[in-house]
């Protein structure tokens, strides 16, 4: 196959803003309430528990990228690691990898469409959620289809605008509170521990694309230098506002209110101002989920191209715009599939789902760091976790304790994705259509 390649044109800023824009969204402007549910007034304790272990494998994928910052992210991390221990094992497990991480997009971007719909009915009711979740998929789909240099110019600008709604949240709340702070409240955490990381299993999936800026790897100016730094301030910046987020929500409205309010942050600030900041808050929102669903939508076609390179998806999925530089059919295929998604109008259950595949991947690439630190000692790395192996062996640890807290329907679900994935790297197996990991993904330098 001639390889064609994507345009490098993406700054550290451009990075930043795109990592930043894909986990500030329908998780914290939505989900919040969901989560203070069983977290109690200890909600804000839950958004460091899922930073905390987000952070652990967000270092991974920093070390990662750098190593081989290409379209496919861990992709082709799992191929590279996992082929040290057999080419058919490294096959087997980045094909799976790869198709989960693909389908994981497809099902977060259906998700966070749908946490858009609550935020646009706060405005304007008269459409159903749902409906508003299909004209936000068919407008990111046409964004994405004009290519990343485009779209990225929206991403930078509606940014500014949730991290200042967040920002003008935070210090409304904290100006006028109306409860006591949450370590006074009684009950502190109603369901104990088991509260605590039920929430922050649902709280990650707002920081599930920690991988959204390594899968545009090959869009950056300087990857090897660009895409760790950008990972690591991207999920710090997220994990210390979310933090923040939490502990003033329990302050403005009960934890048995906030799980019933349609747009809980906005609702909450009708608590203590005029309308003018609900209602800022509000068109923030629909700002991030814009953002968010540009972010998540972004990693699934090239992830994608990177399959379709090897001979492990459809050719169709490696074709990429001869004007627009965009992977233009693969985005077309999985917007399409999300769209579709999103008529089913359960915001809780595909995001769980979401999740579920999320974490699956983020012990792969864990697990990836550690066998090549042991494979390939003297690999150039141009950035090295500190600590050893402690931080990939605790994200691993974190995310399997996620994993347990989570809807045993979504665990289902997720699975039923992974298995599909093994069904579609047999029958490409069998077409005789896999070409080998050194033919097809060493990189150009940069």
Same mark, same amino acid.
């Given at each position: 196959m001639n390889q064609q390649n994507l345009k490098r044109s993406l700054s550290f800023l451009d990075l930043y803003s795109l990592g930043v824009a894909a986990l500030i969204g329908t998780g914290i402007f939505?989900?919040?309430?969901?989560?203070a549910k069983p977290a109690g007034a200890g909600l804000f304790l839950s958004f460091l528990i899922a930073g905390g272990i987000a952070i652990c494998t967000a270092l991974s994928f920093a070390e990662l990228s750098a190593m081989y910052p290409q379209a496919g992210a861990s992709y082709?991390?799992?191929?590279?690691?996992?082929?040290?221990?057999?080419?058919? $094992?490294?096959?087997?497990?980045?094909?799976? *990898? #790869? /198709?989960?991480?693909? =389908?994981?997009?497809?099902?977060?971007?259906?998700?966070?469409?749908?946490?858009f719909g609550l935020y646009a009915q706060f405005f304007l009711p008269g459409l159903s959620v749902t409906v508003w979740a299909?004209?936000?998929g068919v407008l990111t789909v046409t964004l994405l289809y004009l290519g990343i240099s485009f779209s990225k110019s929206v991403i930078n600008l509606l940014v500014i605008v949730k991290v200042f709604a967040l920002l003008l949240?935070?210090?409304?709340?904290?100006?006028?509170?109306?409860?006591a702070m949450p370590i006074h409240q009684t009950p502190f955490l109603p369901q104990g521990f088991g509260g605590l990381m039920a929430a922050a299993a649902i709280i990650a999936f707002g920081q599930i694309h920690i991988d959204a800026i390594t899968t545009v790897a090959e869009e950056a100016k300087n990857p090897h230098r660009d895409i760790p730094r950008a990972t690591v301030w991207a999920i710090? $910046?997220?994990?210390?506002?979310?933090?923040? *987020? #939490? /502990?003033?929500?329990? =302050?403005?409205?009960?934890?048995d209110v906030l799980p019933t309010l349609k747009a809980p942050l906005a609702s909450a600030l009708n608590v203590v101002t005029s309308g003018w900041a609900s209602s800022f808050v509000a068109a923030a929102g629909i700002a991030a989920t814009i953002t968010s669903g540009l972010g998540c939508m972004i990693g699934g076609p090239r992830v994608g191209l990177a399959m379709a390179r090897e001979g492990q998806l459809w050719s169709s999925f490696g074709k990429i715009h001869p004007k627009f530089k965009s992977p233009s059919t693969a985005t077309l295929i999985t917007g399409a599939f999300a769209i579709l998604l999103t008529l089913t109008g359960n915001l809780s259950l595909?995001?769980?789902?979401?999740?579920?595949?999320?974490?699956?991947v983020f012990i792969a690439v864990n697990v990836a760091v550690i066998i090549l630190r042991y494979k390939e000692k003297n690999t150039k790395r141009p950035f090295k976790i500190p600590g050893g192996l402690l931080f990939p062996i605790l994200g691993i640890a974190g995310t399997i304790v996620e994993l347990f807290?989570?809807?045993p329907k979504a665990i289902l679900m997720g699975a039923a994705w992974m298995v599909t994935g093994i069904i579609v790297y047999l029958f490409f197996k069998k077409a005789g259509t896999h070409q080998s990991f050194d033919s097809m993904t060493d990189h150009k330098k940069v």
């Open positions: 939505v989900l919040t309430g969901i989560a082709v991390y799992c191929k590279k690691a996992f082929s040290t221990l057999g080419q058919g $094992t490294g096959n087997i497990v980045a094909s799976v *990898v #790869g /198709w989960t991480l693909m =389908t994981q997009y497809i099902v977060v971007g259906a998700a966070v469409w749908l946490g299909v004209i936000l949240f935070v210090v409304l709340g904290i100006l006028h509170p109306q409860l710090a $910046t997220v994990v210390v506002l979310y933090a923040l *987020v #939490g /502990w003033v929500s329990v =302050t403005l409205v009960p934890t595909v995001a769980s789902a979401g999740v579920f595949t999320a974490l699956m807290y989570l809807d």
